[in-house]
């Protein structure tokens, strides 16, 4: 009788021994595109935040071009400064400009050139420059 119901049992227990083999290779496949999908999006992060950094740096660079062809105008002897303007509210993270005013070969012209950086990471960011001549406006000429 003991026989019997062991030879009973070892086709089930094939079954089950070929089911459970079934059951991790595609645990196995499911986590391997599950890992390969992590992947992929995190990447497609990081490419989308370096793309946001490089653009803010771009629109803080004109932005201090800006500011210094205002300055410039009003006051031709300034030489540049590092400029530090809040960025954006929604996050802490903070941009700088470094501004300078060279004399040109035109003594009616200066040279601006302008560095946006973002954030002020030593690691993580981005620039973007600015290099023009100016030609200052004469005092009472609308520019």
């Given amino acids: 009788m003991n026989s019997r119901r062991g030879s009973h049992f070892r086709p089930l227990h094939g079954r ?9 290779v595609v645990l196995l496949v499911v986590g391997l595109v599950a890992g390969l999908t992590l992947k992929a999006i995190l990447r497609s992060h990081r490419l989308s935040r370096e793309e946001e950094q490089r ?11 800006g500011r210094a062809m205002a300055i410039v105008n009003a006051d031709p002897a300034w030489r540049g400064e590092t400029w530090m303007p809040a960025v954006s509210d929604a996050t802490d993270a903070s941009g700088e400009a470094v501004i300078r005013v060279e004399p040109a070969a035109d003594s009616a012209a200066v040279r601006i050139i302008v560095e946006g950086i973002y954030p002020r990471d030593p690691v993580h960011r981005a620039r973007g420059s600015r290099d023009i001549n100016y030609i200052i406006p004469k005092r009472g000429d609308n520019p």
């Fill in 55 to 65: 653009v803010q740096a771009e629109l803080l660079a004109d932005s201090a071009l």
């Fill in 16 to 24: 089950r021994a070929f089911a459970m083999g079934i059951a991790l």
